[in-house]
């Protein structure tokens, strides 16, 4: 079994900077990548980063490539999500989730919710 939760999520004026956190537990969180999704209100879920175990593989959707980093600190069981220059079309609740691939998800946290108004 497999525990995350977000954290991060919050209110921003376009151009601005979140960092969501995603705390980690369990022992299937260490044998997978880990993924952010993200869906806005109306829309599908979509996968925007992804990051293997040891860090030295990572996965960037196009709509938020050279604006989002994905990042992990394995001593604390977090990855992390740095969101820069932020748009208010990345208005959605962003999900931390544990898998294989982007179609093969075990696990998903709860959501935080970001709102970037413009």
């Known amino acids: 079994q497999v525990l995350l939760v977000e954290s991060g999520g919050g209110s921003v004026q376009a151009g601005g900077s979140l960092r969501l956190s995603c705390v980690g537990s369990?022992?299937?969180?260490?044998?997978?990548?880990t993924h952010w999704f993200r869906q806005a209100p109306g829309k599908e879920r979509e996968r925007v980063a992804a990051?293997?175990?040891?860090?030295?593989?990572?996965y960037y959707g196009d709509l938020v490539k050279g604006r989002f980093t994905i990042s992990r600190d394995n001593a604390k069981n977090t990855v992390y999500l740095q969101m820069n220059s932020l748009k208010p079309e990345d208005t959605a609740v962003y999900y931390c989730?544990?898998?294989?691939?982007?179609?093969?998800?075990?696990?998903w946290g709860k959501g935080t919710l970001v709102t970037v108004s413009s």
């Open positions: 989730a544990v898998g294989k691939s982007a179609v093969v998800i075990e696990y």
């Open positions: 369990g022992r299937t969180f260490k044998d997978y990548p």
């Open positions: 990051i293997s175990w040891s860090g030295s593989t990572t």
